[in-house]
């Protein structure tokens, strides 16, 4: 009891910290700042926050955090609006989005998409701050068994999810992830030094970021996609009628929210993996799941909700290792432990037991971050819906502008513009030919990370391959590969030879 009570007595110290008129300001300015940056393709929370540094050396360092906080949570809400509504994701966590939202916004449920997205990233959000709360020194303890086989295991799983978002497909998906794994090869090799795949072009030399992929391959892919289609054809939008979820909508959002939250806090609490691999996990997993697999791709609001927890259950995961032992979890969190570290402070136990205020301070301002975003998000789903009601054309333009904006305030360069275009091409033309585009945004996310956890388990090894299949949890997590491809194949061929049996019967 006498752990409960000091926890207890260390999170009402923190809300008094937090609640203060001035602390209270600076949650609420990052909330609004965060959902605004997420909006903006290309610009995610990390970009925001390194933007932002300068401007807070002026300010304690526990308003400074709690700024940061409400931009963290703020910007992996605003990424799904534009996904939903344009399919143009802020960044590429929020890409999953797309998948089901911008099918259930040229249904005419664009509202009720928005408002799956607001409470799946509110419940995500307050059981990942919950959970850093109870037991962020257990639970990052936890996460220091996951050295490079575990990781590589863990993002091999990832990888076989694409099955689940194959549809009938699975060879056409293969080969899309391929593309994926090939474009994230672009660019200097880490371990010796030399250009791959870079034909002597300077800008390939730093590889193809994931934020370009995000945009070239959806927002410009869905653009140019527009255009082609014939105006009146099956891509118009129907009217909005509806900005709430029915009872039974609620019924179907309630298992994928408490699935995505759990897959995304665990996944963000583990160095590395953050939200993007969150995202496409608990996407894979809802429809696996699911009773009805041939909904999705058509707006099943599972496969929306389950993501959107997800997203944002997996932003505060990564606080974790970043609290807890002072290793970041994602791009923004080591642009906040930069943070820390410029104002004197090195995150981990020191930090837990020599500066609580801040600390508890800046847990209980996630508390209140993601109040606020209900607070301010669910009433203006009926202004965000009304970008339904633009014009077509205008909105193609709109997204063209927004899409190379966003490629070009990365890094100011015209070469990333270049990219993202090619990719918006290269994106036509998959999709003209039946081939999915998801596939290819996960190989180009985890391709990197594959590479350099597979090389760096072999060193380990000493070039020995049995070491995933020796270490428990490697071997494990292997386990559940091959049983997910075997399962995969097992349906196709099922499927196939259902398809057969029914043409034999028609003819």
Request: net charge neutral; hydrophobic share 55%; glycine share 12%.
């Given at each position: ?8 007595g260390d ?5 008094a910290?937090?609640?203060?008129p001035?602390?209270?300001?600076f ?14 393709p290309g610009?995610?929370?990390a ?7 300068p401007?807070?050396?002026g ?12 931009i ?15 399919n ?13 939202g911008?099918?259930?916004a040229r249904?005419g449920?664009g509202?009720?998409?928005?408002a799956?997205?607001a ?7 307050t ?19 996951f050295?490079?086989p ?7 799983l ?11 497909s ?8 391929c ?13 010796s ?15 193809i ?6 945009i070239?391959?959806f927002?410009i ?11 009146g ?5 129907l ?12 019924r179907r959002?309630?298992v ?7 897959v995304?806090?665990?996944?963000g609490?583990?160095p590395?993996?953050?939200?993007t691999l969150a995202?496409?996990m608990?996407y894979?997993?809802?429809k696996r799941?699911?009773?009805d697999p041939?909904?999705?791709g058509?707006g099943?609001?599972?496969?929306l909700?389950a993501?959107e927890?997800a997203?944002?259950a997996a932003a505060g ?10 290793i ?7 642009v ?6 410029l104002?004197?402070l090195?995150?981990g ?10 600390v508890?301070g800046?847990i ?8 606020l ?6 009433p203006l ?5 009304q970008?339904?009601k633009?014009?077509?054309?205008l ?5 063209l ?18 990219i ?20 290819v945004l996960?190989?180009l ?16 090894s ?7 299949v ?6 494990t ?9 075997a399962?995969t ?7 196939r ?9 028609a003819?």
């Open positions: 009891m006498s752990g409960f009570a000091a926890l207890a999170l009402q110290a923190g809300f910290v937090a609640l203060t001035d602390k209270l300001m949650g609420v300015l990052g909330v609004v700042l965060g959902t605004a940056v997420g909006v903006l610009l995610g929370p970009v925001a926050i390194s933007i932002l540094l401007l807070t050396f300010l304690d360092p526990t308003s400074a955090f709690i700024l940061f906080g409400g963290y949570y703020g910007t992996q809400y605003g990424g799904s609006t534009t996904s939903i509504l344009i143009t994701p802020g960044d590429a966590g929020s890409s999953v989005s797309t998948f089901e911008y099918p259930m249904q449920r509202g009720v998409a928005l799956t997205a409470i799946g990233s509110f419940i995500g959000g059981f990942a701050t919950v959970m850093l709360m109870l037991v962020a020194t257990s639970l990052a303890a936890i996460s220091l068994f050295g490079p575990e990781y590589f295991a863990l993002m091999l990832a990888l076989t999810m694409v099955a689940a978002m194959s549809g009938k699975a060879a056409r998906a293969a080969l899309a992830l593309l994926g794994l090939g474009l994230a090869m672009i660019g200097i090799d880490l371990q030094g030399k250009a791959r795949f870079t034909f002597g072009i300077a800008e390939l030399y730093g590889g970021d994931v934020a370009l992929g995000a070239g391959l927002a892919g869905e653009a140019l996609w527009s255009i082609a289609t014939p105006a054809g099956p891509s118009e939008r009217p909005t009628n509806r900005l709430w979820l029915t009872l039974d909508e609620w959002c309630f994928p929210w408490v699935r995505g939250t759990i995304g806090f665990f996944s609490v583990l590395g993996s953050g939200a995202t496409f608990s894979g997993i809802e799941f699911a009773r041939k909904s999705f058509k099943a609001i599972e496969g909700a993501p927890a997203n944002n995961g990564s606080m974790v290792p970043l609290l807890a032992l002072g970041p979890g994602s791009a923004t969190t080591a906040m432990l930069v943070a820390f570290q104002y004197g090195q995150p136990p020191s930090l837990l037991e020599n500066n609580k205020d801040l508890w800046l209980a301002s996630l508390y209140v971050a993601n109040v975003l209900v607070i301010l998000n669910l789903v009926g202004v965000w819906v970008l339904l633009v014009p077509r054309s909105l193609t333009a709109i997204i502008v927004f899409a190379t904006v966003g490629a070009y305030s990365l890094q100011g360069s015209l070469g990333d513009v270049v993202v275009w090619l990719l918006g091409c290269a994106a036509f033309v998959l999709r003209r030919y039946g081939f999915p585009i998801a596939p996960l190989g996310v985890l391709g990197p990370l594959l590479e350099q956890e597979l090389r760096r388990a072999l060193a380990m000493s070039g020995d391959p049995t070491i995933f020796t270490r428990p949890i490697a071997a997590v292997m386990a559940v590969v091959f049983l997910s491809v399962t194949i097992a349906s196709q061929l099922r499927a030879r259902a398809e057969a049996a029914a043409e034999g019967q003819s």
